[in-house]
């Protein structure tokens, strides 16, 4: 079983669409948890950082359930500069074990 | 803007080349990190430097060396490299210590092993 896993996708959605994306981790202890979103040829970065009550900015909601170990990402009223590669991060505990899903990749379409 | 700046964007090297990238932060981060990335795959680490030390290696060839200069810099000497080893190479860094501090990456070294 690999540690973190997320939904394979690709997701195709329209513009304005809702997409939800989903997460889980292998490892009970992880202490930390976080959204990157990535483009083509373009370097991680960092979109929200998940919190155990859930957090939100802006058309983001991240949730995350420590019983079941996943973690999700709903995005609102889609654009199409939503489209990327997201990365699902999770951090094993206090420093240097970051640990990465395979991404997902979502398309936005006009 | 990036608060990791990596240098160069660019790197087309033969494999009996040596080269360097360096990487340079000026957030008070105390670890920084090297990783792989090939196409349609997530980053792949390589090193970690904590506190100016080496504290991850993960089997990396020794055709790469890393080297951290001082609590700023990451240095990632390169030396008879393979065809295969063409990546973008990203440089991270974070807090270290607390949980909760994330990675913050740098624009990336696209390498081209020729």
């Known amino acids: 079983r690999k540690e973190v896993e997320q939904d394979p996708g690709p997701f195709n959605v329209p513009e304005g669409a809702t997409v939800a994306f989903n997460c889980t981790y292998s490892?009970?202890?992880?202490?930390?948890f976080f959204w990157y979103r990535q483009d083509c040829r373009k370097e991680p970065k960092l979109l929200m950082s998940v919190y155990s009550s859930g957090n939100e900015d802006g058309r983001f909601t991240a949730q995350l359930n420590r019983a079941s170990q996943y973690i999700s990402l709903l995005i609102r009223d889609s654009k199409l500069s939503d489209s990327a590669t997201y990365l699902c991060v999770v951090n094993w505990g206090y420093g240097q074990n970051f640990v990465f899903g395979p991404g997902t990749r979502l398309s936005v379409l006009p | 803007d990036t608060e990791v700046t990596q240098t160069p964007k660019h790197l087309v090297m033969g494999m009996t080349n040596k080269k360097s990238l360096k990487c340079e932060q000026h957030m008070g981060h105390r670890a920084m990190y090297w990783y792989k990335q090939k196409a349609k795959k997530p980053p792949e680490l390589m090193f970690v430097y904590s506190y100016e030390k080496l504290s991850i290696n993960e089997s990396v060839p020794s055709r790469f060396s890393p080297e951290c200069p001082n609590s700023s810099l990451l240095n990632l000497h390169l030396h008879a490299l393979q065809p295969e080893d063409s990546a973008l190479y990203l440089c991270a860094s974070s807090q270290d210590g607390g949980a909760g501090s994330p990675l913050h990456f740098g624009n990336g070294t696209r390498l081209t092993v020729t």
């Open positions: 490892n009970s202890a992880s202490q930390s």
